[in-house]
Nanobody, 119 residues
Framework: QVKLVESGGGLVQAGGSLRLSCAAS????????PAWYRQGPGNERELVAR???????NYADSVKGRFTISRDNAKNTVYLQMNSLSPEDTAVYYC?????????????WGQGTQVTVSS
């Protein structure tokens, strides 16, 4: 069974940094277009960052220059380095990816990790 598990969230002061990790486990043949989304209080879930297999990235305007998405294919893990955090970054952060097994390809979501930035 394929799973995505996020870690690395927590409470940080404004201006601080956190690094989120998303580890995929199970019978995995490929991980395609992994991404990080977030959902803040009273807000809809929004795309934060995505990385392709070729390594190209795209970011939400609100995080450009502060957040960096990366991946370690050998570890089936995707990271989100978050710097210069502000209270507006407070949200539950979710990992998302299209994962191919040997029989099918499906979209998966992690359970989410809370990031709280205090002023």
């Amino acid at each position: 069974q394929v799973k995505l598990v996020e870690s690395g969230g927590g409470l940080v002061q404004a201006g601080g940094s956190l690094r989120l990790s998303c580890a995929a486990s199970g019978s995995i043949f490929s991980i395609n277009r992994p991404a990080w989304y977030r959902q803040g209080p009273g807000n809809e879930r929004e795309l934060v960052a995505r990385i392709t297999g070729a390594g190209s990235t795209n970011y939400a305007d609100s995080v450009k220059g502060r957040f960096t998405i990366s991946r370690d294919n050998a570890k089936n893990t995707v990271y989100l380095q978050m710097n210069s955090l502000s209270p507006e970054d407070t949200a539950v952060y979710y990992c998302n990816a299209l994962i191919g097994s040997f029989t099918t390809t499906a979209e998966y979501w992690g359970q989410g990790t809370q990031v709280t930035v205090s002023s």
